[in-house]
């Protein structure tokens, strides 16, 4: 399986959210990560043929979704960012609903719906109206409603936002298992969900594709660049100005700044391993202010 995107571009009246992005995604987990404003789930809606591009195309196995129409849809699992419940609806009432809405039949949907709302841990609530969930349940929701149809691509916008340590490392367990012979494309500001399940991580910035890599590859290309050092508040400032500095954590002696450089940034830092925090504040340039 193949999804191509070539050349895609959303402008909105004066805004390029996404600009001439490509990039070819097979089997796997796919981590799309960038700061906020960057384009992801502008391009997501765009895969999940709820938006159409500006320019470019998107092709699964060289034909065009828009093409594809319905048969690209009947293969799709999305759920966007902003996902939605119906309040009066129970969870298992809500499921059948979409069930039905993607064409499943009735023992069909029954046998899916309970199957689900065990993968989401929602059985014991099946039957409370989901508008007294809470965010990380509905969210949970929205993940069982996205596998309906055993999507062979899972386009899923931020799902672990709001999920409980627990309910995150299940919904990563979920993604492992089912990533096998499906693609899955996550955004996520997370790093823990990246570093665990994603085979490459695209980088988006300013709608662009800066990058794509896999996790080992952008940890080793930084390699030798991160330092830490323990230094007056004084030196912390003068440091914070001259570096991009990952973290800073004071205490009453003075200041252990990370700092990222690819020369020794003073005399007496020492390198240390990267970690994907280290990598993010690299490639958007978004270092933690010193305040010292
Ligand atoms: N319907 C719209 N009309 C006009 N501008 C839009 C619209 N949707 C998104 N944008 C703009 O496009 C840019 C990208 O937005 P998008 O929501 O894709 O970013 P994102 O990377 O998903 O951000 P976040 O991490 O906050 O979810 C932003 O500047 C946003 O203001
Ligand atoms: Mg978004």
Redesign the pocket.
């Known amino acids: 399986m193949n999804l191509t995107v070539d050349q895609v571009s959303k402008t909105?009246?004066d805004?390029t959210?996404?600009d001439r992005f490509s990039v070819e995604l097979n089997e796997g987990v796919y981590a799309l990560l960038?700061?906020?404003?960057?384009?992801?789930?502008?391009?997501m809606r765009m895969l999940a043929s709820v938006l159409k591009p500006s320019s470019g195309r998107i092709l699964l196995n060289n034909r065009d979704i828009d093409t594809l129409g319905e048969e690209y849809r009947d293969v799709l699992g999305y759920m966007p960012?902003e996902f939605g419940v119906y309040n009066s609806f129970t969870a298992e009432r809500f499921l059948r609903y979409f069930a039905s809405l993607k064409g499943l039949g009735k023992k069909e949907a029954e046998e899916k719906v309970d199957k689900l709302l065990t993968l989401v841990n929602l059985q014991e609530d099946r039957k409370r109206k989901a508008g007294k969930f809470s965010g990380g349940m509905k969210r949970r929701l929205g993940i069982a409603q996205a596998l309906l149809n055993d999507p062979k691509i899972l386009i899923v916008?931020?799902p672990t936002a709001g999920l409980d340590p627990k309910e995150r490392i299940r919904f990563r367990n979920l993604l492992s298992d089912i990533s096998k012979d499906r693609i899955v494309l996550l955004?996520t500001?997370i790093v823990s969900d990246i570093e665990l399940v994603a085979k490459e991580v695209l980088l988006?910035k300013d709608?662009f594709l800066v990058k794509k890599s896999s996790v080992d590859e952008l940890l080793n290309e930084m390699k030798g660049m991160v330092w830490r050092v323990f230094v007056d508040d004084g030196e912390a400032k003068s440091l914070t100005g001259r570096h991009q500095v990952s973290n800073v954590q004071r205490t009453g002696a003075g200041t252990t700044l990370r700092v990222i450089s690819e020369e020794k940034p003073h005399t007496h830092a020492e390198n240390v391993d990267p970690i994907l925090e280290d990598v993010y504040v690299h490639f958007f340039d978004e270092g933690v202010e010193a305040d010292v």
């Open positions: 909105y009246r805004k959210a996404v960038g700061p906020n404003g960057s384009g992801k789930s502008t391009l960012q916008d931020e955004s500001h988006m709608g």
